[in-house]
Nanobody
Framework: VQLQASGGGLVQTGGSLRLSCAAS?????MGWFRQAPGKEREFVSA????????LYADSVKGRFTISRDNAKNMMYLQMNSLKPEDAARYYC?????????????????WGQGTQVTVSS
């Protein structure tokens, strides 16, 4: 499976962005991770293959919403009330069927990432 993330850009603090992840084929659990310069890649959000179960990092809970459209092999991340600390390169990932996991090792396929910059 190949993943292509898009939708990043420059936004002011408090603004919104919608990230998209296009998959080349059927996927099961999927997730978003982010990595800022000099920091480790961290979990942001994940969704199971039906879309019926989601998980969020505490830092984004209430501001970000993950969703998917299996008919289109797409996943999305709606990001609202963006903060400077949300600035990072955002990666989409696809993993196995089963419980949603936050560890990067639980995901087999990764996209190239899309850059999100938040100005203060």
């Amino acid at each position: 499976v190949q993943l292509q993330a898009s939708g990043g850009g420059l936004v002011q603090t408090g603004g919104s962005l919608r990230l998209s992840c296009a998959a080349s084929g059927r996927t099961f659990n999927m997730g978003w991770f982010r990595q800022a310069p000099g920091k480790e890649r961290e979990f942001v959000s994940a969704i199971n293959w039906t879309g019926g179960s989601t998980l969020y990092a505490d830092s984004v809970k209430g501001r970000f919403t993950i969703s998917r459209d299996n008919a289109k092999n797409m996943m999305y991340l709606q990001m609202n009330s963006l903060k400077p600390e949300d600035a990072a390169r955002y990666y989409c990932a696809a993993g196995r069927i089963g419980p949603i996991l936050v560890l990067t090792m639980a995901y087999n396929y990764w996209g190239q990432g899309t850059q999100v910059t938040v100005s203060s």
